[in-house]
């Protein structure tokens, strides 16, 4: 934890995170891709993974079908009764609804504001304890 001041905050001059690598270098990789396979080459990886497909290899097909047919949309089915008398909106019209839904934001934008000159004090992190060290003397 030498990066670290003892209240848990970076220390000075500490770079954190290299961060995202350029554009430039990641260009170079697919470039060196591109010229390490060739079209033919990657043709052959496209049949032995149609082969592997067909023998019922689960990677195989799903990695075909991903390039063929892109990856499914997530369709999710909620369970919800909106009929339901435990629901307060359910009998209200779109316009009613609208209304709620205006009311809500104009309730959340007059909530105050925080102060930008305030600055919230940082957190300070839990540290385990060491042990002292014990020196083991012969007999």
């Not at 990641?26 to 082969?51: M, N, P, S």
Request: glycine share 6%; with cysteine.
């Amino acid at each position: 934890m030498a990066d670290h001041n003892p209240d848990g905050t970076f220390a000075k001059g500490h770079g954190c995170s290299k961060g995202r690598p350029p554009v430039s270098r990641e260009r170079a990789y697919q470039k060196a891709f591109h010229d390490a396979v060739t079209i033919d080459e990657w043709k052959k990886v496209i049949r032995q993974a149609l082969k592997d497909a067909q023998k019922g290899n689960a990677a195989a097909r799903k990695w075909l079908s991903g390039y063929l047919c892109g990856l499914p949309a997530q369709n999710i089915k909620a369970e919800v009764d909106v009929t339901s008398t435990d629901n307060p909106y359910a009998e209200l019209s779109d316009e009613e609804l609208l209304k709620v839904a205006q009311n809500l934001v104009t309730d959340l934008t007059d909530l105050p504001k925080e102060d930008p000159k305030k600055k919230s004090k940082p957190r300070k992190r839990a540290t385990a304890k060491k042990k002292p060290a014990t020196r083991r003397t012969k007999k």
